[in-house]
């Protein structure tokens, strides 16, 4: 995966994921893909608080993503 993208998390489905902004704009209610192949809809990107944000893990999958090589900067699970 190009390290080049830009991508915004989002904590739903229980931990926050990334994904490529272009998605993360959707205005209509379309499904949108994580980058650790995780679905959601995308109206659920923008219901989400900031204490979510906060609350929520962020997801190993996603993380490993983008720093396959770095683990040692992996969150805890
Ligand atoms: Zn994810």
């Not at 989400?48 to 993380?63: D, H, N, Q, Y």
Request: aromatic fraction near 8%; proline fraction near 8%; hydrophobic fraction near 40%.
């Amino acid at each position: 995966m190009s390290r080049n993208i830009c991508l915004h998390w989002y904590p739903v489905a229980g931990a926050r994921h990334a994904f490529p902004a272009e998605l993360a704009d959707t205005e209509h209610d379309e499904k949108v893909q994580a980058i650790c192949d995780e679905v959601v809809s995308s109206t659920e990107l923008h219901e989400r608080s900031e204490l979510a944000w906060i609350t929520e893990p962020t997801c190993i999958r996603c993380w490993d993503q983008l720093f396959p090589d770095d683990p040692a900067l992996a969150p805890a699970h």
